[in-house]
């Protein structure tokens, strides 16, 4: 008789989420996600989470923190793979989340890195960084481009 087991890891109820940069889709060019909380207090905490495309893996405990009256602010960090010619590239990429997207039917978060010119020229003249990024969720916004 063979018996197969099952776990999930202590992971809860996951977020219907997709990333893209720079217009592609985010398959397994990601690493260390984590999502940062910040507290009234002024504490700050992180939570390791995981992803795959159009799923944001979150523990219990992260809901937990989403959904505490404690919780001022919730930062999406990532780091993010790419290749030019022959050498591995990683940059580092931080998006703000309100409360109100985690209970959103699903979030698409677009970032525009600015090594690549075009989005540079399109986005640039909206932030010091060398990236932007937006969320799109039903009745979501659009990033308006510089010119």
């Known amino acids: 008789m063979t018996i197969i087991g ?3 890891i202590g992971f809860g109820q996951n977020l219907n989420m997709v990333i893209d940069v720079n217009g592609r889709l985010v398959v397994s060019e990601i690493a260390g996600a984590y999502l940062n909380f910040e507290y009234n207090d002024g504490t700050k905490d992180r939570i390791l989470v995981g ?3 159009g799923e944001l893996i979150l523990k219990n405990d992260s809901w937990e923190k989403i959904n505490s009256d404690k919780t001022k602010k919730i930062v999406l960090s990532f780091d993010y793979y790419t290749w030019k010619k022959d050498n591995q590239e990683i940059e ?3 998006a703000e ?4 997207y985690f209970q ?3 979030l698409i978060l677009h970032v525009y890195d600015f090594r690549e010119r075009k ?3 399109k986005y640039g003249c909206l932030t010091d960084e060398n990236y932007i990024y937006e969320f799109n969720f039903p009745q979501g916004g659009i990033l308006i481009s510089c010119g």
């Open 6 to 8: 099952f776990s999930n």
């Open 119 to 121: 989005y540079r020229k």
């Open 104 to 106: 959103t039917r699903y």
């Open 92 to 94: 580092n990429f931080e």
């Open 97 to 100: 989340m309100v409360k109100s």
């Open 51 to 53: 992803y795959h495309p």
